[in-house]
């Protein structure tokens, strides 16, 4: 199957939840998150940065993710985001919520979740 | 790599942000830049392409801007400082600080190895001799009010005597007239045979008047002190004991109350045992009352303390006293023309000889403590300086100028309160190996312990010159222009003069101060050498010696205690290996005095006004000038002819006496007596002078009598004092192989007399040097401490000087100049703060080293070899330290100098 651009409106809605997902199980910096979840949808999502650091700092005023720099040795230091224990908890509901959607819409439409 | 930022910051303009968060913003976004770029690149696509791919990621302007602004996206959180520290994060900040500075000490190992090592020598050296200095002079001693206790004696500088003891018919007017002394006791110290049921042990003691326990303001602990009536001549033999002796013969018996023990074989009454306090005087382990007899006008035998009314200053006592001693004259009493009373207070009295040491010591630790703080200070301001670029990243980020100043103070503190914590660790080592070899010279009631204040004292000093100058380069950081900071210039430029300066007065004052601890330490060792190699007058090779006191019960008359050391001397002599043996009253170095004045007869006369030195008297048997290895210079040895209680009173003189009376001519056949006598001794022979006191001090006129002519013509007191006798044994082999037989005999002899002191006279020997050997060392020790510390800073501010010039040497070497020159330059630069250092160093030399005079025997405190020697040495170690930053400096690549624009 060709990755095919997807819905503005859709993919607006789920960055949130894919942000947050994948700072869960470590912290990662700006580019790794963007790199990520292009590779991961193969293709289907990208964000520019333009648009994806904005999104970051927002979490990050709520109080959902952490950003901080670290410095390793013999690199510049880069600024890495992890998820904090509210972020933890929107994370776990906006799972369900998303579960719950997907499932009344595989109800309704009968396509299968893939 | 293509530079995004100016892009970035365009993009960003309309989002207004503070400039702090848009920093880290634009350093963000460049990265992520960056990273889009080197895949593009990787990707085989041309340059021109992958950048404006790259910038493509930030297409949206305005969604970035708004997106920007509307996160509102807080700065990073910075640790309230101050008031606002209470309102929470302060701990945070600390930790956070704390954090950071551990890390930085553990980047930058050698340079934080360097701090806390200086630190903790200064230190060490400074708790431990500062801790023994005040053991000795600032502790109060452990009496009530220590401060109204005063040392009475007598002195006589027309007898050449500086102490020459307190006479009977004085101490009693003294007591009995003075009205500035609320009390006054006066005692001697004695030893004792003490016998318990048929154990003997050899104990020091101390008659004592009955007053002391008054003046010492203490009470016996169980039983009751002396009467008055007890300390009368003639007077009940009652004795008190000290805590230690109770607790060990007697168990801490109560019962021993009224217990009779024998000393020197005659009975006394325990009516008492003495508080753990009374240690004064000092290693009495028993007292008996000292019974003076006040009509005994000749002897100058008793020591006394007084406490002073509260009020009385020490001047309106010696004032009081001086008019009581002078009265007496009219009274009879002549020979209070010659002596005067003389009123130290009691430390002085014991310790005074070492004040000088121990101050010229604490100068020293005092100028290695400076020299430390300010290798510290230097050593702090060039990694300040170092840092400046880092510091001016963390000001653009945001950090306030409070925030860095907090940051760099944690470091310090951090590396101070290492420094300080090794250093008093070490100062208690350094305390413990020093008190352990202090001979036991010492009097008992002092205690060394490390001055826990004084360590906190240097540790905070120390700490707070790193601070200052730890903090210089943060405050200066404000004002450093952080752009260029930021592109590396400012870490390559030149140092401003300003710093350039502070560092060369840094230089100058360690060079200088470690110059006069040097030019101090070698004059001292200078001194310790002279000492080492004066002739002593005798020879302490092979020479065991003993002492041996005959108890005035069993050996009542001279003839019995001429016969016991005749027969003692001619069974030693009988033991294999042994070569020489004699019996003296006074052997060198043993601490012992008996003198009196004589008169020539034909000689000079010295009138009642006139200079009459004390004459040290020494009764011998006719093997002593062998055993101890005196060299005659004329005449004879005394025989055994001389050596009988009927035999003419022949004497040996010393050279210091013969010249005195005779000048330069032979003393043999001239005769002398005690002034008023009507017996006059005849000179046998003319012994080289010997160092009775010490090898550094001076020879008095001595006089040798034999021993049963002596002991036969005496006084009562002098017969009694003529008991204790000093056995010299000189041996083919080491001297320790026969104590066990010497032990057997006197055993056999009389199982009643015991011998003790029994040591060797090279023992006695080091440990009469030994004040001297420590503190001649200790300066050397501290000398090469503070050369190497100095030689360090010099190294380490040329180094730095050079690495900041390196653009400029660059510079120079691109347009012509050699290796040679910008190497002699270098050095030139370097020498002239050395040299100024030590010009500066000798000046203060000349100057202060009048303070060691004292000390210095015979060595003149300007010896111009040594201070041109040291002068000398210092420059070499200047040039060495300045050599090897001045060969770094002309080996700089010009090229690669340049290429830091």
Redesign the interface.
Known sequence: MSAQPIDHELKKGSTELLILSLVESRAR???EI?KLIETRSQGTLSF????M???L??L??RGWIRGR?VEKAGQ?R??YYSLTAEGRKVLAAQRQSWRQFIEAVHRITGMDYA | MPDWKEAIRTRLAPAKLDPASEAEVVEELAQHLDNCYEELQASGIPDEECHRRALAELEDRDLLATGVRLAQRPPSPTPAIGIAAFKGGYLNGVIHDLKFSFRNIRAKPSFSLTVIGMLALGIACNAAIFSIFNSLFLHPLPFAEPDQLVDLDETAPKWNLRYVGVSCPDSYEWRKDNSTFHSMAFFRGVGYNLSDRGRAQRADGAQVSHDMLDVLRLKPLIGRNFAPEEDKPGGAKVMLLNYDLWRTMFRSDPKVLGRILKLDDEAYTVIGVLPHEAVFPDRAALWVPLQADPNNISSYYLSGVGRLRPGASLEHARADLLRIHKAMISDGHRLNEFTFPVLTPLRDRYLGDLKTVSRVLLGAVGILLLITSVNIAALVTMRGSSRLREIAIRTAMGASRGRIVAQLLTENIVLAAAGGAFGVLLGAACLRAMVSRIPVVMPQWITFSLDWRFAVFCVVMTGAAALLFGLAPALQASAVDIRGSLQGTAACTTPPSSRRTTFGVLVVCEIALALMVSISASLLVQAFRKVLHTDPGFRSDNISTFRINLPDAAYDKPALKIAYFDKLLTRLLALPGIRAAGATSAPPLGGDHWGGQFEAEGGRDAGPQGENPEVLRVAATPGYADAIGMTLLQGRTFEERDDRPDSPLVVLVNETLAKHFWGNESPIGKRIRQPGAKDWYQVIGLLRDEKHDGLDEEVKPSVFQPYSTTISTVDHNDARALSAMTIILRSSMDPEMAAGAVREIVRGMDPEVSMYRVETMAEQMDRSLWTRRAYSWLFGVFAMIAILLAAAGVYGTVSYTVSQRTQEIGIRMALGAQPAQVLGQVLLDGMALVSIGVATGLAGGLWAMGLLRTLLFGVSSHDPLIYVAVALGMLCVGLLANFVPACRAASVDPMRALHFE
């Not at chain 1, 520019?48 to 648009?51: G, K, M, R, V």
């Open positions: 910096h700006g580019y963007g520019q940065a333009a648009s650091y904005p999104l700092y927002r990050e005023a720099w510049r880069r600024r």
